[in-house]
């Protein structure tokens, strides 16, 4: 499986990005998929994950802001971010569970500029 994000970039606080993460490969093997970010200095955090029959879940700090759509004829996911802030700044990351293991997107940078 591979993945390739794309959508990042510098916004305003308050305004909107949309991530897109395209799965390629054995996708047919994915179970869920989902968004994590890494800020300097912290640790990976998941933002928002969806499973394979629909159910999401989001991370406290986006919930309501964040919401995190699939369109799976095209092997799709994306993170709609809305009223972003400051503390949305990271590189952000797709990731693909399969039952044999984790594959991760290379990462694209979101800055959020007060």
């Known amino acids: 499986v591979q993945l390739q994000e794309s959508g990042g970039g510098l916004v305003q606080a308050g305004g909107s990005l949309r991530l897109s993460c395209v799965a390629s490969g054995s996708t047919f093997s994915i179970t869920d998929n989902g968004w994590y970010r890494q800020a300097p200095g912290k640790q990976r955090e998941l933002v928002a994950r969806?499973?394979?029959?629909?159910?999401?879940a989001y991370a406290n700090s986006v919930k309501g802001r964040f919401t995190i759509p699939r369109n799976n004829a095209k092997n799709t996911i994306c993170l709609q971010m809305n009223s972003l802030k400051p503390e949305d700044t990271a590189v952000y990351y797709c990731?693909?569970?399969?039952?044999?293991?984790?594959?991760w997107g290379q990462g694209t940078q979101v800055t959020v500029s007060s």
């Open positions: 969806i499973l394979n029959r629909g159910s999401t």
């Open positions: 990731n693909a569970i399969t039952i044999v293991r984790d594959y």
